[in-house]
C-alpha cells in the first residue's frame, strides 16, 4: 500500500473526518484512481475498525467516528464514480433491512450502482420488507438489493422474499442480497436471487440483470 492510502486507513480509524477528506483530495490530485482509495485506503482502514471492535479492544462511540470519516472520504470520491450523466439502465431499489442501522456497505453499493449509469432509490436503513416492496412497484424497478450486517437482522431477507413473491413483482424484480454475515448458502435457503460479497460485483450483476429484463 502506497504511503498516502496507509495514511488515509489511519487516519480513518483515528476518525479524522476532515483529514480523510483532505489526503482523499490529495490522492486523487496525485493522480490515484478513485477505486483504489476506496479499496486500499478508505476500505481497509475500516475492515481494522471491524476487528478491534470485535475483540472489544474499541467500542461504539470510536466505530461511529470512524464510520463518519469514512463517509467523509468516500463524499469526495462520490462525483468521480458515480459521474454526471443518468443514463437510465434501470431502477434498483436498495436499503438495510428491519432493525439493522448499519448503512456503510448498503451506500457504496448503491454508489457503485449509479456509477455504472443504473437508477438507485435509497431507502436507508431499517427498512421493513413491505417497504421495499411498495416502493418497488412505485418506481417499476427490475432489482431489489438489501443489506445486513446484523445475524439477527437478516432473517428479515425471508419475510422480503415471501412478500416479493406474493406481490405483482414475482417473476418480474431480482432480490440480491449482501453483507458480511450473509452468503452464498443463506440466499439459497431464503431463495433469494443473488449474493455476491462486495460493492463492485453487485453493480455489475445489477446492470446485467437490468439489461435482461429489458
Ligand atoms: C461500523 C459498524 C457499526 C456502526 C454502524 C455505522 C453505520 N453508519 O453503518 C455502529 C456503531 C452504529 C454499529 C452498531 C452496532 N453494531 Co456494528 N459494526 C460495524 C462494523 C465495525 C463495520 C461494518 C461496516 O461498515 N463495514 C464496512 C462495509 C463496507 O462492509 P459491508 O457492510 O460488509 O459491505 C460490503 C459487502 O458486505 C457488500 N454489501 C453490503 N451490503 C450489500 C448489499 C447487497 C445487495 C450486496 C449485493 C452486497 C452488499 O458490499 C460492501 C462493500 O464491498 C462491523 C464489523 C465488521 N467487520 O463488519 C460491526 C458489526 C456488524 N456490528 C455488530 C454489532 C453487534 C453491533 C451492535 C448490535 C452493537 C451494540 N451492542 O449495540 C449495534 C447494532 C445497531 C443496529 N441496530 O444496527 C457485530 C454484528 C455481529 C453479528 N453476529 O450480528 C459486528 C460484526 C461487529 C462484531 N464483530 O461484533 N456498528
Redesign the pocket.
Known amino acids: 500500500m502506497s504511503a498516502i492510502l496507509q495514511e488515509i486507513s489511519t487516519l480513518l480509524q483515528k476518525g479524522k473526518m476532515k483529514d480523510v477528506a483532505e489526503l482523499t483530495q490529495k490522492a486523487l490530485d496525485e493522480g490515484l484512481a478513485p477505486l483504489t482509495i476506496l479499496n486500499d485506503g478508505l476500505?481497509p482502514g475500516?475492515?481494522i475498525?471491524?476487528?478491534r471492535?470485535?475483540n472489544n479492544d474499541i467500542f461504539?462511540?470510536e466505530?461511529?467516528i470512524?464510520?463518519?470519516a469514512?463517509?467523509a472520504g468516500t463524499a469526495v470520491l462520490r462525483p468521480l464514480l458515480v459521474g454526471e450523466s443518468a443514463q437510465d439502465k434501470g431502477t434498483v431499489i436498495?436499503g438495510?433491512i428491519k432493525?439493522?442501522?448499519?448503512?456503510?456497505?448498503?451506500?457504496?453499493?448503491r454508489m457503485?450502482m449509479e456509477s455504472k449509469g443504473l437508477t438507485v432509490i435509497d431507502l436507508g436503513?431499517?427498512i421493513a420488507p413491505q417497504k421495499y416492496v411498495d416502493e418497488a412497484i412505485k418506481h417499476g424497478a427490475q432489482v431489489i438489493?438489501?443489506?445486513?450486517?446484523?445475524?439477527?437482522?437478516?432473517v428479515h431477507m425471508k419475510e422480503l422474499v415471501a412478500l416479493v413473491a406474493k406481490s405483482e413483482l414475482a417473476g418480474k424484480v431480482k432480490i440480491?442480497?449482501?453483507?458480511?454475515?450473509?452468503n452464498q448458502a443463506f440466499c439459497d435457503s431464503i431463495g433469494a436471487d443473488?449474493?455476491?460479497?462486495?460493492?463492485?460485483?453487485?453493480a455489475e450483476?445489477?446492470v446485467s440483470i437490468c439489461a435482461a429484463a429489458k
Do not use: Q
Open positions: 476500505m475500516m475492515d475498525i471491524g476487528e471492535f470485535k461504539i462511540p466505530v461511529l470512524a464510520a463518519r469514512m463517509a436498495i438495510t432493525d439493522d442501522l448499519h448503512d456503510i456497505g448498503k451506500n457504496l453499493v457503485m436503513n431499517n438489493a438489501s443489506s445486513a450486517l446484523l445475524t439477527t437482522t437478516m440480491m442480497i449482501g453483507g458480511a454475515p450473509v443473488i449474493y455476491t460479497s462486495d460493492a463492485s460485483s453487485a450483476t445489477a
